[in-house]
């Protein structure tokens, strides 16, 4: 039997991590709360600026029968070089939350490879960043505290570079990976094609034939790059903004389950505690009787 001083101070120390884990559910949930309601308003937003470009696409379409002819849109281009670009967080404690981006964008890179594409990989986020440097993957570039505080500013400067290589003729697509926020006990992995963008996706001939929107035709070239870019870089803000709700909702996850088990294991070692000092106890009155009995 485990002596009894070891035991307390067993149940000291988990104890204290009981509460330690318990004050980060807490400040995991507040964060979660906050950064929740940014991605629902970053939502409506992403829906209507996707609204907007279906329109001018539309309308473009209608008007020029070689259809959406500019640089931003699918072509029959053949694929030889991706920018492949992960988002995971800068700090750890959220379960598998990091894991699951990175098993994809292995996955991805195998993918590729096996079809002859060169990868050209470009991280977000500290624990991919560091996961890949450890294996020797070659990183185009890093950014690291972009994830934990996203700004439109930063999403926008890291995003330009990526889309001025693709549009220069040095990669042929840009893929987002990163782990999205589905609800409070829920991330799933999104994969988005950031350039080139498929008409498909954007134009809705369905709402954008209704439109009441009427363009010169000088214009179309104009506004088409100032909204399909703006479109971009909205994009990779929302994917920031989605992948740190999913963060706060795993890690407030990984520490409710670490603090119902350090509870349970308090629960244990105070049986523990009791079994060594019931015997404790035993053995002390054994003894006692045992020299009455010898003295008489």
Do not use: W
Not at 41 to 49: D, F, I, P
Not at 113 to 142: C, H, M, P, W
Not at 184 to 189: N, S, Y
Not at 257 to 264: C, D, G, P, V
């Amino acid at each position: 039997m485990a002596n009894l001083k070891d035991i307390k101070r067993k149940i000291s120390s988990v104890s204290n991590t009981q509460k330690m884990t318990r004050a980060m559910k807490l400040v995991s949930t507040a964060k979660l709360r906050r950064t929740e309601e940014l991605a629902k308003q970053s939502r409506v937003y992403a829906s209507k600026l996707t609204e907007m470009l279906s329109e001018i696409s539309y309308q473009i379409q209608k008007s020029n029968v070689e259809g959406l002819s500019s640089k931003f849109f699918a072509s029959n281009k053949e694929i030889k070089v991706i920018d492949l670009i992960f988002v995971t967080a800068d700090k750890g404690l959220c379960g598998g939350f990091n894991a699951q981006t990175i098993k994809r964008v292995k996955q991805l890179i195998e993918e590729y490879k096996a079809q002859g594409i060169k990868i050209r990989l470009r991280g977000v986020g500290r624990k991919g960043i560091d996961y890949f440097k450890f294996n020797n993957v070659e990183l185009v570039s890093t950014e690291v505290g972009l994830s934990s505080a996203p700004t439109h500013e930063k999403a926008k400067k890291f995003i330009s570079k990526v889309v001025d290589d693709c549009l220069n003729g040095v990669t042929d697509k840009i893929v987002l990976v990163h782990n999205g926020y589905v609800n409070m006990i829920t991330q799933v992995i999104r994969e988005d094609n950031l350039l080139p963008i498929d008409p498909e996706k954007v134009v809705d001939n369905s709402k954008a034939s209704l439109s009441d929107l009427d363009m010169e035709p000088q214009d179309d070239d104009t506004l088409l790059e100032a909204l399909v870019t703006k479109y971009i870089e909205y994009n990779m803000y929302y994917a920031l903004i989605d992948s740190l709700a999913a963060e706060h909702s795993a890690r407030m996850q990984a520490m409710d389950a670490a603090t119902n088990n350090a509870k349970e294991m308090v629960a244990n070692l105070k049986v523990q505690y009791n079994k060594a000092r019931q015997q404790a106890i035993t053995t002390e009155l054994i003894e006692i009787i045992s020299g009455v009995e010898s003295m008489k």
